[in-house]
Nanobody, 119 residues
Framework: QLQASGGGLVQAGDSLRLSCAGS????????VGWFRQAPGKEREFVAA???????SYADSVKGRFTISRDNAQNTVYLQMNSLKPEDTAVYYC???????????????WGQGTQVTVSS
């Protein structure tokens, strides 16, 4: 089970940190990713992290977003800086034992957290 949190309403240029908490004792053996879905658009990949903290990012967020994990807390974070109005979306976390699968959408999904960036 995954629990996403940390969304909110911010202004362009602000920062937010999203959290994805996993309940499984084996969470630290899973790759975890973040996806987002804006109104009227398909869900898109944002970032992912392997169990050993290797990372991958969508081109649209490189240099602005950072994904990290705290295995002691069973939590993966998405630090979002220099937010833009086009970052507005519902953000979902996903997990899977296999990294190549999580970057396409893993087996397990959280409920989503809304991020709204005003101009």
């Amino acid at each position: 089970q995954l629990q996403a949190s940390g969304g909110g309403l911010v202004q362009a240029g602000d920062s937010l940190r999203l959290s994805c908490a996993g309940s499984a004792r084996t969470f630290n053996t899973y790759a975890v990713g973040w996806f987002r879905q804006a109104p009227g658009k398909e869900r898109e990949f944002v970032a992912a992290i392997t169990k050993s903290a290797g990372t991958s990012y969508a081109d649209s967020v490189k240099g602005r977003f950072t994904i990290s994990r705290d295995n002691a807390q069973n939590t993966v974070y998405l630090q979002m800086n220099s937010l833009k109005p086009e970052d507005t979306a519902v953000y979902y976390c996903t997990a899977d034992p296999a990294f190549p699968i999580v970057i396409r959408g893993g087996h397990y999904w959280g409920q989503g957290t809304q991020v709204t960036v005003s101009s």
